[in-house]
Protein backbone atom coordinates (compact mmCIF):
# COMPACT_ATOMS: atom_id res chain seq x y z
CA UNK A 1 0.00 0.00 0.00
CA UNK A 2 1.05 3.62 -0.43
CA UNK A 3 0.71 6.86 1.75
CA UNK A 4 1.34 10.51 0.43
CA UNK A 5 2.81 12.49 3.49
CA UNK A 6 3.17 16.44 3.49
CA UNK A 7 4.19 17.43 6.62
CA UNK A 8 5.99 16.55 9.71
CA UNK A 9 6.32 12.53 7.84
CA UNK A 10 8.19 14.51 4.91
CA UNK A 11 12.62 13.98 5.23
CA UNK A 12 14.23 16.15 7.46
CA UNK A 13 11.25 16.77 10.05
CA UNK A 14 10.59 14.92 13.26
CA UNK A 15 8.40 11.88 12.21
CA UNK A 16 10.20 11.21 9.46
CA UNK A 17 12.34 8.09 11.30
CA UNK A 18 8.73 6.35 10.95
CA UNK A 19 9.46 5.95 7.11
CA UNK A 20 12.94 5.60 6.81
CA UNK A 21 12.98 2.10 6.33
CA UNK A 22 9.55 2.26 3.78
CA UNK A 23 10.44 2.45 0.12
CA UNK A 24 10.53 6.26 -1.58
CA UNK A 25 8.36 6.41 -4.62
CA UNK A 26 8.77 9.29 -5.64
CA UNK A 27 7.45 13.49 -5.18
CA UNK A 28 4.41 14.25 -6.45
CA UNK A 29 0.66 16.10 -5.87
CA UNK A 30 -2.61 15.37 -4.83
CA UNK A 31 -5.20 17.48 -6.00
CA UNK A 32 -8.45 19.56 -4.48
CA UNK A 33 -7.04 20.35 -1.40
CA UNK A 34 -5.45 22.92 0.35
CA UNK A 35 -2.92 23.31 2.94
CA UNK A 36 -2.82 25.31 6.40
CA UNK A 37 -0.03 25.83 8.90
CA UNK A 38 -1.28 24.68 12.37
CA UNK A 39 1.55 26.07 14.46
CA UNK A 40 4.63 23.96 13.46
CA UNK A 41 2.85 21.53 11.19
CA UNK A 42 0.22 21.43 8.34
CA UNK A 43 -2.79 19.95 7.54
CA UNK A 44 -4.90 19.95 4.64
CA UNK A 45 -8.68 20.14 3.83
CA UNK A 46 -10.49 19.45 0.48
CA UNK A 47 -10.04 22.82 -1.50
CA UNK A 48 -9.22 23.95 -4.70
CA UNK A 49 -5.42 23.77 -4.82
CA UNK A 50 -3.13 21.27 -4.84
CA UNK A 51 -0.45 20.15 -2.35
CA UNK A 52 2.55 18.16 -2.61
CA UNK A 53 4.37 15.13 -0.79
CA UNK A 54 6.41 12.17 -0.80
CA UNK A 55 4.86 9.08 -1.44
CA UNK A 56 6.36 5.86 0.37
CA UNK A 57 5.29 1.99 -0.21
CA UNK A 58 3.98 0.76 2.96
CA UNK A 59 2.88 -2.00 5.10
CA UNK A 60 0.16 -2.82 7.71
CA UNK A 61 2.44 -2.76 10.69
CA UNK A 62 4.16 0.73 9.60
CA UNK A 63 0.42 1.73 8.82
CA UNK A 64 -0.65 0.89 12.02
CA UNK A 65 1.95 2.93 13.84
CA UNK A 66 1.26 6.53 11.30
CA UNK A 67 -2.41 5.89 12.43
CA UNK A 68 -1.41 6.30 16.50
CA UNK A 69 0.72 9.45 15.57
CA UNK A 70 -1.66 10.72 13.37
CA UNK A 71 -4.14 10.03 16.52
CA UNK A 72 -6.49 8.55 13.92
CA UNK A 73 -9.35 5.78 15.16
CA UNK A 74 -11.82 6.02 12.43
CA UNK A 75 -13.89 8.14 14.50
CA UNK A 76 -15.78 11.38 13.23
CA UNK A 77 -14.43 13.66 15.76
CA UNK A 78 -10.52 12.24 14.90
CA UNK A 79 -8.12 15.22 14.94
CA UNK A 80 -7.36 13.30 11.37
CA UNK A 81 -9.33 10.97 8.49
CA UNK A 82 -7.81 9.13 6.71
CA UNK A 83 -8.39 8.66 3.30
CA UNK A 84 -7.52 7.74 -0.35
CA UNK A 85 -6.57 10.03 -2.91
CA UNK A 86 -5.12 10.22 -6.59
CA UNK A 87 -1.11 11.23 -6.51
CA UNK A 88 0.78 12.90 -9.87
CA UNK A 89 4.08 12.58 -10.44
CA UNK A 90 4.43 15.34 -13.44
CA UNK A 91 2.54 18.44 -15.06
CA UNK A 92 1.40 16.99 -17.54
CA UNK A 93 -0.56 14.03 -15.36
CA UNK A 94 0.67 11.47 -17.42
CA UNK A 95 2.02 9.09 -14.23
CA UNK A 96 -0.32 8.74 -11.49
CA UNK A 97 -0.95 6.39 -8.58
CA UNK A 98 -4.96 5.67 -7.10
CA UNK A 99 -5.89 4.60 -4.16
CA UNK A 100 -3.09 6.07 -2.39
CA UNK A 101 -3.41 7.14 1.55
CA UNK A 102 -3.65 10.16 3.01
CA UNK A 103 -4.68 12.34 6.53
CA UNK A 104 -7.52 15.22 6.03
CA UNK A 105 -7.27 17.31 8.79
CA UNK A 106 -10.95 16.62 9.89
CA UNK A 107 -11.07 19.90 12.54
CA UNK A 108 -12.38 23.34 11.44
CA UNK A 109 -9.71 25.43 10.12
CA UNK A 110 -10.42 29.28 11.59
CA UNK A 111 -7.55 32.09 11.46
CA UNK A 112 -5.24 29.71 9.93
CA UNK A 113 -2.44 30.81 7.54
CA UNK A 114 -2.66 29.22 4.12
CA UNK A 115 0.42 27.94 2.47
CA UNK A 116 -0.82 28.74 -1.17
CA UNK A 117 1.83 26.59 -2.57
CA UNK A 118 0.87 23.39 -0.97
CA UNK A 119 4.51 22.56 -0.56
CA UNK A 120 5.49 22.77 3.44
CA UNK A 121 9.16 22.14 3.42
CA UNK A 122 10.29 25.03 0.54
CA UNK A 123 7.51 27.25 2.78
CA UNK A 124 9.79 26.66 5.89
CA UNK A 125 12.80 26.59 3.65
CA UNK A 126 13.61 22.55 4.79
CA UNK A 127 15.07 20.60 2.02
CA UNK A 128 13.36 18.74 -0.80
CA UNK A 129 13.89 15.11 -1.75
CA UNK A 130 13.14 13.39 -5.27
CA UNK A 131 14.24 10.87 -7.39
CA UNK A 132 17.13 10.78 -10.57
CA UNK A 133 17.30 8.07 -13.22
CA UNK A 134 21.03 7.67 -14.40
CA UNK A 135 21.14 6.06 -17.43
CA UNK A 136 24.84 7.66 -19.04
CA UNK A 137 27.77 9.14 -17.46
CA UNK A 138 25.60 10.34 -14.34
CA UNK A 139 25.90 6.68 -13.14
CA UNK A 140 29.60 7.12 -13.38
CA UNK A 141 30.35 8.40 -9.26
CA UNK A 142 33.55 9.90 -10.81
CA UNK A 143 31.12 11.99 -12.63
CA UNK A 144 28.95 12.74 -10.07
CA UNK A 145 31.70 13.84 -7.68
CA UNK A 146 32.91 16.39 -10.61
CA UNK A 147 29.53 18.07 -10.79
CA UNK A 148 29.23 18.44 -7.06
CA UNK A 149 26.90 16.23 -6.15
CA UNK A 150 28.22 15.26 -2.56
CA UNK A 151 25.55 12.84 -1.21
CA UNK A 152 23.08 10.03 -2.41
CA UNK A 153 20.18 9.46 0.36
CA UNK A 154 19.11 6.00 -1.61
CA UNK A 155 20.31 4.23 -5.30
CA UNK A 156 17.91 1.43 -6.20
CA UNK A 157 19.44 -0.54 -10.02
CA UNK A 158 15.96 0.50 -12.06
CA UNK A 159 15.28 0.09 -15.64
CA UNK A 160 13.75 2.03 -18.35
CA UNK A 161 11.40 0.17 -20.60
CA UNK A 162 10.21 1.19 -23.69
CA UNK A 163 13.21 3.31 -24.75
CA UNK A 164 16.57 2.50 -26.28
CA UNK A 165 19.62 4.93 -25.49
CA UNK A 166 20.97 6.57 -28.86
CA UNK A 167 23.96 9.04 -28.83
CA UNK A 168 22.61 12.56 -30.45
CA UNK A 169 23.41 14.91 -28.44
CA UNK A 170 26.73 17.13 -29.04
CA UNK A 171 28.76 17.18 -25.72
CA UNK A 172 32.62 17.27 -25.34
CA UNK A 173 32.78 14.02 -25.93
CA UNK A 174 31.10 14.11 -29.36
CA UNK A 175 27.82 13.40 -29.04
CA UNK A 176 26.52 12.12 -25.85
CA UNK A 177 23.55 9.86 -25.15
CA UNK A 178 19.94 10.66 -24.73
CA UNK A 179 16.53 8.41 -24.75
CA UNK A 180 14.18 7.71 -27.87
CA UNK A 181 11.61 5.50 -27.61
CA UNK A 182 11.73 1.92 -28.94
CA UNK A 183 8.38 -0.79 -28.13
CA UNK A 184 11.21 -3.82 -27.02
CA UNK A 185 13.83 -1.48 -25.72
CA UNK A 186 15.33 -1.44 -22.23
CA UNK A 187 17.17 1.42 -20.36
CA UNK A 188 19.50 -0.02 -17.45
CA UNK A 189 20.38 2.53 -14.78
CA UNK A 190 20.32 3.83 -11.15
CA UNK A 191 17.22 5.86 -9.29
CA UNK A 192 19.19 8.34 -7.19
CA UNK A 193 17.36 9.69 -4.28
CA UNK A 194 18.90 13.10 -3.63
CA UNK A 195 18.36 16.39 -2.20
CA UNK A 196 16.84 18.82 -4.89
CA UNK A 197 20.49 21.15 -4.36
CA UNK A 198 22.51 18.62 -6.12
CA UNK A 199 20.01 17.95 -9.03
CA UNK A 200 20.04 21.78 -9.43
CA UNK A 201 23.98 21.26 -9.80
CA UNK A 202 23.20 18.61 -12.36
CA UNK A 203 21.60 20.91 -14.26
CA UNK A 204 24.48 23.01 -15.20
CA UNK A 205 26.56 19.93 -15.79
CA UNK A 206 23.39 18.62 -18.90
CA UNK A 207 22.73 22.38 -19.95
CA UNK A 208 19.10 22.38 -18.36
CA UNK A 209 16.63 24.10 -21.14
CA UNK A 210 19.59 24.27 -23.66
CA UNK A 211 21.09 20.57 -24.34
CA UNK A 212 18.36 18.72 -22.08
CA UNK A 213 15.49 19.28 -20.00
CA UNK A 214 13.72 17.57 -17.31
CA UNK A 215 11.16 14.95 -17.97
CA UNK A 216 9.63 12.69 -15.57
CA UNK A 217 9.73 8.53 -16.41
CA UNK A 218 8.22 5.37 -14.48
CA UNK A 219 10.91 3.06 -13.79
CA UNK A 220 11.08 -0.77 -12.68
CA UNK A 221 13.17 -2.26 -9.96
CA UNK A 222 14.34 -5.69 -10.20
CA UNK A 223 11.39 -6.80 -7.87
CA UNK A 224 9.26 -4.88 -10.89
CA UNK A 225 8.56 -2.38 -8.60
CA UNK A 226 7.72 1.37 -9.98
CA UNK A 227 9.11 4.58 -9.14
CA UNK A 228 8.62 8.08 -10.42
CA UNK A 229 11.67 9.52 -11.29
CA UNK A 230 13.07 12.80 -13.02
CA UNK A 231 15.60 12.19 -15.96
CA UNK A 232 17.65 14.26 -18.56
CA UNK A 233 16.61 13.63 -22.14
CA UNK A 234 17.35 16.47 -24.92
CA UNK A 235 14.78 17.02 -27.31
CA UNK A 236 17.28 16.40 -30.40
CA UNK A 237 15.80 13.78 -32.52
CA UNK A 238 18.00 13.32 -35.55
CA UNK A 239 20.76 11.10 -36.04
CA UNK A 240 22.77 8.44 -34.05
CA UNK A 241 26.34 8.23 -34.27
CA UNK A 242 28.78 5.82 -32.50
CA UNK A 243 29.77 6.90 -29.08
CA UNK A 244 33.66 7.19 -28.53
CA UNK A 245 35.58 4.53 -26.63
CA UNK A 246 35.89 6.73 -23.68
CA UNK A 247 32.52 8.09 -23.35
CA UNK A 248 31.64 4.32 -23.81
CA UNK A 249 33.74 3.02 -20.91
CA UNK A 250 32.59 5.90 -18.55
CA UNK A 251 28.82 4.43 -18.86
CA UNK A 252 29.74 1.15 -18.51
CA UNK A 253 32.21 1.72 -15.51
CA UNK A 254 29.16 3.23 -13.75
CA UNK A 255 26.56 0.71 -14.84
CA UNK A 256 28.97 -2.40 -13.74
CA UNK A 257 29.25 -0.76 -10.53
CA UNK A 258 26.31 -2.13 -9.55
CA UNK A 259 24.75 -4.46 -12.31
CA UNK A 260 27.65 -6.27 -13.02
CA UNK A 261 27.68 -6.04 -16.72
CA UNK A 262 24.09 -8.30 -16.13
CA UNK A 263 22.07 -5.26 -17.94
CA UNK A 264 22.75 -3.66 -21.15
CA UNK A 265 20.91 -0.85 -22.58
CA UNK A 266 19.11 -1.35 -25.76
CA UNK A 267 21.28 0.73 -28.09
CA UNK A 268 24.26 1.08 -25.87
Not at 55 to 77: F, H, M, P, R, S
Request: glycine content about 10%.
Amino acid sequence: MYIFVYGSLRYGFELHHYLKRSRFVGLGYAENYEMYDLGGYPGVVKGEGRVWGEVYEIDATTLGLLDQVEDYKNQEDDLYVREMTSVYFDEKRQFKLDGVYIYRYNQLIKDREQIPSGDYPRWVGMPVILNLFAYAENTNYEVLTSRGVKEILREVNTILPGYKMVFNVPCKYGTCANLEKDQNGKVCGYTYTLLEDYLNTLDKAEGHLIRYVRRTVKVMDEQKREYFALTYVSDQTEGNSQPTEEYKNIILRGLNRRWKGGCISTGL
